[in-house]
C-alpha cells in the first residue's frame, strides 16, 4: 500500500505563503493498494488535487471506481466533494462508507451540502458519477477495494469520528483523524484497532498548551498522538489535521516536540513523519 | 471610507504557492466608513482573519457592533461565518443581511450551515447578539453614515448586489453574476449549457434587461465596482448557466454606468497568479485602446482602496 496525502488542515482550509510548505488544504488521503485500488479517506479541499491527479487515467474517461471513507460529517471532511472532478464524469463509481445511524441517514447528510441554499450542484443526483453509500457497522470489518477495513468511532468534542483500519498482506495502515481522547487515553477497543499499524496517521493539531484551552472541541495534541502510538506499538506515526492558524514553522516545532515526546514514552524506535501536502509514503 | 479585501477567490479556497500574491481565500469584503463600524460583504474564508483583526478593537471586549452583506448563500460567501471571532464574544452584535427566500427564513438557512452533523458549535450557541435581515431588491437602508441599496444578479438561486456610499465615497459589490445576454438563472436546475448567442424568449429577454438596468443604475457614477470576472470568455461558452461573468462583461457595464475604477473580482480557483495577472493586463490593455476613462485593477488579499474624503 501507498499513502498520498492531499490536504493535512483541520476545520478551514488556510491559504497563505506561510502554510507553502505544509499545506492550507483541508483533510485528505489517498490509499493505492497493492492491486492498484484506491482508497480515499475524508473530502477536505485536498480532494481537489487527487481529483485532478486521477483526470489522465480510468477516472478521466469514465471508468474509474474508489472506495471513499469519511470518518464524519464535519464540512472540512465534506467540503471537497463539490469540487472533485471525477464526480461530473458519468461512468465513475465511488462507494462511501461513514458514519450514521443508516445508510440513507448518510446519503441525507451528503445532500445537505449539495441543496441549493449553499450550492449549485442541488443534489448528488445532478453528478455524472454514482454513490453507493453505505453506513459503517463499528468495529465490523468488512472488504472493499481488495482490502480489509474496520472503522471505530472515536470521541470528537460532541460527536464522534471514525477512525479506520486498512489491511493488505502484513501491512496495515490506520487512520485516526479528529479525535479528542477521555483522560486516559484512547479506550481499548480503539488501542486494539489501532494495534501494531505499520503506519499510524494521527490527529495531532494543537501543542498541549493550545489544547487544555480548546479541551471541548475534541482535537488531539502531539502528546495524545505519541501516547497512542507507542502505547498500541505502531511502526510509524504520521502528524495530521493541524490547526488552521499553525504557520509551517508552528508545525517544525510540533514534530520536534512529538519526536522527543515519543523518545521519551519508549518510542524511540517508531518513526515519524509530519503530513505534508504531498507527501508519499510506502506503507 | 475603505473598502479593504480579504478574500477574492470565487468557488472554493485554493491555497498553495500558486496563490501566494492574489490570495486563496473565499469572498470577503470590508468596508469601513470613516469611524464608523464595519460593513462586511460576504463571508467566505476570507472573513476568518478579518474577524481576527476585529478582535484587536471594541468587538474584542464585546462592544463592536458589525453588519454583514451577503450576495447569495452558496458556500464559497458563507464558509468563514462559523470562525468569525466576533461571534464568540459576549456583548457584540452582528447584523446579517441577505436576500429574503421565497421558501424559509434566512436564519434557517444560516442556522442548518452549523447544525449536527455539519459543525460543532450550532448557531443558537453563539454568545454575540445576531440579528437577520431580509432583504427584497431595491430596499435602501442605512447602516451608520452609510446608505445601502441592493439590486438582484443573475445567478442560480438568485444573489444580491450592493452599493455602499459614506464619506462621499461610492462603490459597488456585483458577486456573483452571469451577463443578462444568455439564460436568465433562478431556481430551477439546468443540467446542460444553454446556447451562448441565440434567440432567448422575449419575456426572458424582457426579465435579463430589466435586471441589467437595475444593476447598470444602481452603479452610476460609482468610484469603486468590484465585479464577478471569474471566466475567460471561452469558459463562459461552456458554462453560461453556472452564473459567473468575463472582464468584457464587467467593462460593458462599467462604461454605461460611468465608474471610475473597475475591479476584477471572484477569481477561478484554477486560476494561477500569473495567469491572473495576464487577464489584468489583457483587460487594462483593451480599456486604454478604446479610451476608456476608467482604471482597472484586480482584487487581491490586503489591496485597501480609499474612497471619498477618507484620506
Known amino acids: 500500500m501507498r499513502l ?26 489517498a490509499i493505492q493498494t497493492a492491486a492498484g485500488e484506491l482508497i480515499i479517506i475524508d473530502m477536505g479541499t485536498g480532494l481537489l488535487g487527487l481529483g485532478n491527479s486521477l483526470l489522465p487515467g480510468d477516472f478521466g474517461k469514465g471508468k474509474g471506481h474508489a472506495t471513499i471513507l469519511l470518518s464524519h460529517a464535519h464540512w472540512d471532511h465534506i467540503q471537497g466533494l463539490g469540487f472533485f472532478v471525477p464526480v461530473f464524469i458519468p461512468g465513475n463509481h465511488f462507494t462511501l462508507f ?22 449549485p450542484l442541488y443534489t448528488l443526483r445532478n453528478l455524472g458519477a454514482t454513490f453507493d453509500v453505505r453506513a459503517v457497522i463499528p468495529g465490523e470489518p468488512f472488504e472493499a477495494s481488495g482490502v480489509r477495513i474496520t472503522g471505530r468511532p472515536n470521541p470528537h468534542g460532541s460527536t464522534t469520528a471514525l477512525a479506520f483500519r486498512v489491511e493488505e498482506g502484513d501491512r496495515s495502515f490506520v487512520y485516526a483523524s479528529d479525535v479528542g481522547y477521555e483522560d486516559g487515553g484512547p479506550s481499548p477497543e480503539m488501542l486494539e484497532l489501532y494495534r501494531g499499524a505499520s503506519v499510524l496517521l494521527h490527529d495531532c493539531t494543537y501543542t498541549p498548551e493550545h489544547q487544555e484551552k480548546r479541551r471541548n472541541r475534541g482535537f488531539s495534541s502531539y ?40 523518545d521519551a514514552r519508549g518510542g524511540a524506535g517508531i518513526g515519524l513523519t509530519a503530513a505534508a501536502e504531498g507527501l508519499e509514503l510506502e506503507i | 471610507m475603505k473598502v479593504r479585501f480579504w478574500g477574492v477567490r470565487g468557488s472554493v479556497p485554493v491555497p498553495g504557492r500558486h496563490t501566494n500574491r492574489y490570495g486563496g481565500n473565499t469572498s470577503c469584503v470590508e468596508v469601513r466608513p470613516r469611524g464608523d463600524w464595519p460593513i462586511i460583504i460576504d463571508a467566505g474564508t476570507g472573513i476568518r482573519r478579518l474577524g481576527k483583526s476585529m478582535m484587536e478593537s471594541a468587538f474584542g471586549d464585546g462592544g463592536g457592533t458589525a453588519h454583514v452583506l451577503i450576495s447569495h448563500t452558496h458556500w464559497d460567501h458563507i464558509q ?26 434566512l436564519q434557517a438557512v444560516f442556522a442548518s450551515q452549523t447544525e449536527d452533523p455539519y459543525f460543532p458549535v450550532p448557531l443558537s450557541s453563539l454568545k454575540a447578539e445576531i440579528e437577520f435581515h431580509e432583504l427584497v431588491e431595491g430596499a435602501h437602508f442605512e447602516l451608520g453614515r452609510a446608505r445601502v441599496t441592493c439590486t438582484r444578479l443573475n445567478h442560480p438561486w438568485i444573489a444580491m448586489a450592493y452599493r455602499v456610499d459614506a464619506d462621499g465615497g461610492s462603490m459597488v459589490y456585483c458577486s456573483d453574476t452571469a451577463p443578462f445576454s444568455d439564460v436568465l438563472l433562478e431556481h430551477e436546475f439546468i443540467s446542460t449549457p444553454p446556447q451562448v448567442g441565440g434567440v432567448l424568449d422575449p419575456a426572458i429577454a424582457a426579465k435579463l434587461a430589466s435586471m441589467r438596468a437595475g444593476l447598470v443604475a444602481m452603479c452610476q457614477g460609482v468610484d469603486l465596482l468590484i465585479y464577478d470576472t471569474q471566466f475567460t470568455p471561452d469558459e463562459y461558452r461552456a458554462r453560461p448557466h453556472w452564473g459567473h461573468s468575463t472582464p468584457i462583461d464587467a467593462i460593458q457595464v462599467a462604461r454605461e454606468a460611468g ?39 484586480a482584487a487581491y488579499e490586503g489591496l485597501e482602496v480609499v474612497l471619498g474624503d477618507d484620506g
Open chain 1, 98 to 119: 461513514g458514519h450514521a445511524k443508516s445508510s440513507s441517514m448518510l446519503e441525507g447528510i451528503l445532500e445537505g451540502q449539495m441543496n441549493p441554499n449553499f450550492s
Open chain 1, 223 to 262: 502528546v495524545d498522538a505519541a501516547d497512542a502510538a507507542t502505547r498500541a506499538a505502531v511502526g510509524h506515526l504520521v502528524m495530521f489535521h493541524y490547526d488552521q492558524d499553525y504557520a509551517d514553522a508552528d508545525v517544525d516545532a510540533l514534530r520536534d516536540a512529538c519526536r522527543a515526546e515519543l
Open chain 2, 259 to 297: 465608474i471610475k475604477t473597475l475591479c476584477l473580482y471572484h477569481h477561478a480557483p484554477s486560476r494561477s497568479d500569473e495567469q491572473q495577472d495576464l487577464i489584468l493586463r489583457e483587460t487594462q490593455d483593451l480599456c486604454r485602446a478604446a479610451g476608456d476613462p476608467f482604471e482597472v485593477i
Open chain 1, 4 to 29: 498520498h496525502v492531499w490536504g493535512v488542515r483541520g476545520s478551514i482550509p488556510a491559504p497563505g505563503p506561510e502554510t507553502n510548505r505544509y499545506g492550507g488544504n483541508t483533510s485528505c488521503v
Open chain 2, 80 to 105: 468563514g461565518l462559523p470562525f468569525f471571532s466576533p461571534f464568540y464574544q459576549e456583548g457584540n452584535h452582528v447584523h446579517v443581511f441577505a436576500r429574503q427566500r421565497h421558501d424559509t427564513h
